[in-house]
């Protein structure tokens, strides 16, 4: 049974950094692409960052690049996002989430079923 559990999440104020980890189990970790995705009150869920099963494809979110970080360790079953200069707008709930196969083919999030329980992010400005 696919197991993804969020850490590390919290407040920060603008500007900020925070890291957020993602421990999977119940899946061969190193064979799935992995993402994260977040959900924002009164909003519809959001594409965040993915990253192949072999962690040298990484995309991004328009709205994250150049920002935000995803890396993966595959001995250890976890990966996490870096988040770097946070803004009010990254405000949401994170959700990591697992991909169908080892490439990352789409950043529609109803495509990631199997997701964590989620971890809240509060930015203030």
């Known amino acids: 049974q696919v197991q993804l559990v969020e850490s590390g999440g919290g407040s920060v104020q603008s500007g900020g950094s925070l890291r957020l980890s993602c421990a999977a189990s119940g899946f061969i970790f190193g064979q799935y692409c992995m993402t994260w995705v977040r959900q924002a009150p009164g909003k519809t869920v959001e594409f965040v960052a993915s990253?192949?099963?072999?962690?040298?494809?990484?995309s991004y979110g328009s709205s994250v690049k150049d920002r935000f970080t995803i890396d993966r360790d595959n001995a250890k079953n976890t990966f996490t996002l870096e988040m770097n200069n946070v803004k009010t707008e990254d405000t949401a709930v994170y959700y990591c989430a697992k991909g169908l196969g080892s490439c990352c083919t789409t950043d529609d999030p109803a495509d990631y079923g199997d997701r964590g329980r989620g971890t809240q992010v509060t930015v203030s400005s």
């Open positions: 990253i192949n099963s072999g962690g040298w494809i990484l």
